[in-house]
């Protein structure tokens, strides 16, 4: 049975860091990254890496955010820093079946960035 659990959310000032983490169980997979979802809004990718390491970023994180996984533990990770209010969302851990390419999703953590 597949599990992702997420950890790292909280309240933050604008302009701070946050780090999210988020281990996979019960497979070996692809494709790991984060999403986001704002309240009224679509569900959006943020990060997204590879494998074998190669990233894939949001434009609007670019610079800000970085993306980085341990294949040994079935990790990502996203380090965040110089937040913005407009990065306040739930943020969901999503991870590729290396066989079937099924997308498995965590529970969500909220971040929320406000002074």
């Known amino acids: 049975q597949v599990q992702l659990v997420e950890s790292g959310g909280g309240l933050v000032q604008p302009g701070g860091s946050l780090t999210l983490s988020c281990v996979a169980s019960?497979?070996?997979?692809?494709?790991m990254g984060w999403y986001r979802q704002a309240p009224g809004q679509q569900r959006e990718l943020v990060a997204a890496i590879a494998r074998r390491g190669s990233t894939d970023y949001a434009d609007s994180v670019k610079g800000r955010f970085t993306i980085s996984r341990d294949n040994a533990k079935n990790a990502v990770y996203l380090q965040m820093n110089s937040l913005k209010p407009e990065d306040t969302a739930v943020y969901y851990c999503?991870?590729?079946?290396?066989?079937?390419?099924?997308?498995?999703w965590g529970q969500g953590t909220q971040v929320t960035v406000s002074s």
């Open positions: 019960g497979s070996v997979f692809s494709s």
């Open positions: 999503n991870a590729r079946h290396i066989v079937t390419s099924y997308n498995y």
